[in-house]
């Protein structure tokens, strides 16, 4: 049974830093590319960030990039979220999720597996 559990979520400042962990197990983390979405109250999921299954390919949104930085540690089946430069619309309860698949990907439906979500809440 796969299991993805994210950590890392509270209460921060506009400007300020959080970093989001995502424990994986059930799965081989170490061949599956990892994502990051994110749901804000009355909108759509949307994507923030991708990682291949080695981390040497990441992507990202516009709306993060510069500010946000995808990594993993393979030896800790763990995929992190940095976010620096928090802004109010970062606001949102965010998902860690996994692909079967190797490469890294910004489309939610091409992943396999979703996590619970933390709460992101940044205050202006």
């Known amino acids: 049974q796969v299991q993805l559990v994210e950590s890392g979520g509270g209460l921060v400042q506009t400007g300020g830093s959080l970093r989001l962990s995502c424990a994986a197990s059930?799965?081989?983390?170490?061949?599956?590319?990892m994502g990051w979405f994110r749901q804000a109250p009355g909108k759509e999921r949307e994507f923030v960030a991708s990682?291949?299954?080695?981390?040497?390919?990441?992507v990202y949104a516009d709306s993060v990039k510069g500010r946000f930085t995808i990594s993993r540690d393979n030896a800790k089946n763990t995929v992190y979220l940095q976010m620096n430069s928090l802004k109010p619309e970062d606001t949102a309860v965010y998902y860690c999720?996994?692909?079967?698949?190797?490469?890294?990907?910004?489309?939610?439906?091409?992943?396999?597996?979703w996590g619970q979500g933390t709460q992101v809440t940044v205050s202006s």
């Open positions: 999720a996994a692909r079967r698949l190797s490469g890294y990907s910004s489309y939610a439906a091409s992943y396999d597996y």
């Open positions: 059930g799965l081989t983390f170490s061949r599956s590319a």
């Open positions: 990682t291949s299954y080695s981390g040497g390919s990441t």
